[in-house]
């Protein structure tokens, strides 16, 4: 099976990850480096100058072609981009004008002569474009999937479609009428009862969620989205954004808000206290700091308000309605569309989602765990190839992958294991000396790193 890898070249990764680590990342623990091993698979990789820069002679990444999209090339299939950010949304967005699509096919032409994939995979992007120059591929988007960030394990998803209208959304109704029988009901309560429980304990703000629930008649989570690159919101800049929600939510109703954790944000705390001012129902904990993990508050809200974020979809399996404020990417799953549908929505009984969280974790979910399982992995790509080869994309290229138990088993584990942690930590700093333990461990790894540098004619920290 020949493999195309293609990290979209004008994604600048280095403006918060080196983007060496990010390719380490997909390259090599979601793409190759089993699969590699096994000879099952040829690889290649299309990546930035950057990138293929920092990669220079890593012997981790033997195996992989990698081929180098030079900057100026990219500037000139799309001459009327400014910025890679224009670069990006370009490709990302796939209305390139006929020209710019020949364009793109004679570099990739160049690039791979008759070399022809049979699997595309692409990040931090959408395959709209590659799917025209490769019609004979499998184009999917490599992305987080429900499961990404503490305290939960990773796991990842793979996007047939475009990417903001995703395969959920597009088999909607197929998903909700998904019929599973009382054990596998049983087994999906039972889990997300625990789940709720495990995140009340990792919690440290209890008292004062408590306290929040108690003075406003409902409390709503409100993620805010890190950018709008992508056209999914109806605002561009995130203050116009929650002002716009602000204005929409009744003042009886608390919104808590939280942010995205690696990317600079319009919300710092001077916006905040001048938001906060305006809205006496606003909430925000951590400005301008590393912030708790949404998922830590949904147990004490009430709905979650959500714009294309993958909390929103970890947040079905605990928060009891969802609100889509997104114009594609959260139909699938939602209960209300619009500010306007909250009121009506809170006041209903929550639903039942039993079956769709039970299709979504053993469908359209796969588990870090799976990648280092070159049979495994190449039966889940030649599964989805030998389908969507007879098929096309239907609600039927996702046959069932993990078993439930499995998912629960690993998500459930690794919540606990995070608890066990911290009340260990509680627990040590409660031990006589423990403090001044630390404080001396600190001090003599400072007086060491002093005296090296004195050594070496270098500057004392």
Not at 8 to 14: A, F, K, M, Q, R
Not at 79 to 96: E, N, T, W, Y
Not at 118 to 147: H, K, S, W, Y
Not at 205 to 218: D, Q
Request: charge should be neutral.
């Amino acid at each position: 099976m020949k493999i195309l890898i293609y990290a979209d070249p004008s994604c600048l990764y280095d403006v918060f990850l080196p983007s060496i680590q990010v390719m380490r990342d997909h390259l090599l623990r979601f793409c190759g480096r089993a699969l590699l091993a096994s000879g099952k698979v040829e690889i290649r990789a299309v990546v930035s100058e950057i990138t293929r820069w920092q990669a220079g002679g890593a012997d981790e990444l033997e195996g992989i072609g990698l081929i180098e999209f030079p900057y100026a090339d990219l500037c000139r299939i799309f001459p009327d981009c400014r910025s890679l950010d224009a670069l990006q949304l370009a490709f990302f967005k796939g209305r390139p004008d006929d020209t710019q699509k020949r364009a793109l096919a004679d570099w990739f032409a160049r690039r791979l002569g008759t070399w022809q994939p049979d699997v595309v995979l692409v990040f931090p992007t959408q395959p709209t474009l590659l799917r025209e120059i490769f019609p004979q591929a499998l184009c999917l988007t490599m992305e987080n999937g429900i499961f990404s960030r503490f305290p939960f394990p990773r796991s990842l998803r793979f996007e047939p479609v475009d990417f903001m209208n995703g395969f959920p959304n597009r088999y909607r109704e197929q998903i909700r009428n998904f019929q599973i029988g009382p054990e596998e009901r049983e087994a999906v309560r039972a889990f997300c009862h625990r789940l709720t429980e495990l995140l009340v304990g990792l919690c440290p703000r209890c008292a004062e969620l408590e306290a929040l629930r108690s003075r406003f008649r409902h409390l709503v989570l409100c993620p805010v989205p890190a950018s709008n690159r992508y056209e999914e919101a109806a605002k561009d800049d995130q203050i116009l954004w929650l002002m716009e929600v602000m204005e929409g939510v009744p003042s009886d109703i608390g919104v808590l808000i939280t942010f995205h954790d690696n990317v600079d944000s319009q919300l710092n705390e001077r916006t905040v206290a001048f938001l906060r001012a305006r809205y006496p129902n606003m909430v925000a904990f951590d400005v301008g700091r590393r912030s708790l993990p949404s998922a830590f508050y949904f147990p004490f809200v009430d709905a979650i308000l959500n714009c294309e974020t993958m909390t929103g979809t970890q947040g079905m399996l605990v928060c009891p309605r969802i609100i889509a404020l997104d114009r594609t990417y959260s139909a699938w799953m939602a209960d209300g569309f619009g500010l306007a549908s909250l009121p009506d929505v809170l006041a209903r009984p929550a639903p039942d989602r039993s079956a769709m969280i039970y299709w979504y974790l053993t469908h359209f979910t796969v588990m870090e765990g799976r990648f280092d399982d070159a049979d495994w992995y190449y039966g889940f790509l030649s599964g989805l190839l030998e389908r969507y080869r007879r098929d096309g994309v239907t609600f039927g290229l996702f046959a069932r992958t993990e078993a439930f138990s499995t998912v629960a088993d690993q998500v459930l584990g690794s919540c606990e294991r995070c608890l066990a942690n911290i009340r260990e930590g509680h627990r040590r700093r409660h031990v006589p000396l423990y403090g001044l333990s630390r404080k001396l461990g600190r001090w003599m790894s400072r007086a060491g790193a002093n005296l090296t540098a004195f050594a070496e004619g270098g500057r004392t920290a």
